[in-house]
């Protein structure tokens, strides 16, 4: 017995040695000081891998790796796993990393697995130009999916990035698992996740504190899945902002399941600009949901108009229809924990409430409705206002 399990040992690890073609990135010039540019010995790793004829691993081992703005670019003739036991940070000057909007940028990448690592961004440089109204890069986001597809982003953590930390753009069956946020509550525009123009994306397992949203969704996402998240603090869990264009692509199909919000502004959020659009969002399901004193536990904001430019006396063309609330439990940090304000030429429809309870200072919270239509069933507290 002993023997065949041996056997079968040896013959796994030559069937993956066989698989997987191994490129760390030392090899290729690489040192771990956090100090010296590493970005062209990456780069010559992921040639190396992207053009393996069999799957491929690129290994990054302990230490500190310096990385100015890059980009991995496919397509890769073979799968590529992306290792990293070691810290990627950026260079301290927030300059350096130009005005390309991306740190790490992977590009029409395919059947791509990046497991572990962290990424220190040194946002504070950035934030603090941003916050004196300087001339100011549009700031990097540290990570970035463009165009790729089959796709997982494992165990990760992400800090102080210049802007928003993870974006997947444009991808289909993305999958970003067990991940870590964090950003001052006050560093602006630090997302912790940004998901748009994307199909059958999962994010689950994930701790996200930021100073914007915590999951921003934007135009063209589809089959969304969220569970076990905890979030702030941040902005919420936010479906936009849409109808910024007049032609742009809705949400649908989005769930959110399980998730802890703490002290954050928002907790459940969809939101859109004040004016005329071809956009919607449709078939939303929020469930199972903790809110621990948050500012706006359930808020639909239809009149988004920021410093009244483009949209004053105008109202949303974004259609919201089909969102279920059940199960939201907790504490709000202001009395009204229910706010729907809703677009006076495209009302929500079919919103639906069930079994809710949120108060506030241990007393009953309240609720808004404006232009909205749905049913409510359950112990609903506040009381339903549809």
Not at 17 to 42: C, H, M, Q, R, W
Not at 129 to 150: L, V, Y
Not at 173 to 188: W, Y
Not at 346 to 356: K, S, V
Request: proline content about 4%.
């Amino acid at each position: 017995m002993a023997k065949q399990v041996m056997f079968l040992m040896l013959t796994c690890l030559i069937s993956i040695s066989a698989i997987e073609a191994d490129y760390n990135v030392l090899k290729y010039g690489a040192k771990p000081d956090g100090a010296t540019d590493a970005t062209e010995a990456f780069l010559r790793a992921w040639k190396a891998a992207c053009s393996s004829a069999k799957a491929a691993m690129i290994y990054v081992p302990k230490g500190r790796y310096m990385l100015k703005a890059v980009e991995f670019r496919g397509p890769c003739k073979s799968p590529v796993t992306v290792r990293i036991d070691g810290t990627l940070v950026a260079p301290t000057d927030y300059r350096a990393l130009g005005n390309s909007g991306y740190w790490i940028l992977f590009r029409q990448v395919n059947k791509l697995t990046v497991v572990g690592g962290k990424l220190d961004a040194k946002g504070a440089g950035y934030w603090a130009c941003k916050n004196s109204g300087g001339s100011c890069p549009p700031g990097a986001r540290s990570i970035t999916f463009n165009w790729a597809n089959d796709i997982v982003l494992s165990g990760l953590m992400s800090i102080n990035s210049q802007a928003t930390h993870i974006v997947i753009n444009s991808c289909n069956n993305a999958v970003v698992r067990n991940v870590k946020v964090i950003a001052p509550d006050q560093s602006p525009n630090t997302d912790g996740i940004h998901v748009q123009s994307s199909t059958g994306v999962t994010i689950t397992g994930s701790t996200l504190q930021s100073g914007d949203d915590c999951i921003s969704i934007g135009p063209g996402t589809t089959n969304l899945y969220m569970s076990h998240i905890k979030c702030g603090p941040g902005h919420g869990i936010s479906i936009g902002s849409l109808g910024r264009d007049a032609t742009e692509d809705g949400v649908q199909n989005v769930t959110l399941t399980n998730a802890i919000f703490t002290g954050s502004d928002n907790g459940v959020r969809i939101k859109s600009w004040a004016r005329p659009t071809t956009s919607f969002v449709r078939n939303v399901l929020f469930q199972n949901i903790v809110m621990k004193n948050v500012k706006n536990p359930i808020i639909i904001d239809q009149n988004y108009c920021p410093n009244n430019q483009g949209c004053p006396r105008q109202s949303s063309g974004v259609k919201i229809s089909q969102v279920t609330y059940r199960y939201i439990q907790g504490t709000s940090a202001t009395q009204n924990a229910v706010m729907f304000d809703c677009s006076t030429s495209t009302p929500c429809q079919g919103i639906r409430l069930q079994d809710i309870n949120l108060t506030y200072m241990n007393k009953a919270a309240t609720s808004s409705c404006k232009n909205i239509g749905g049913t409510s069933s359950g112990l609903v507290m506040p009381q339903s206002c549809l």
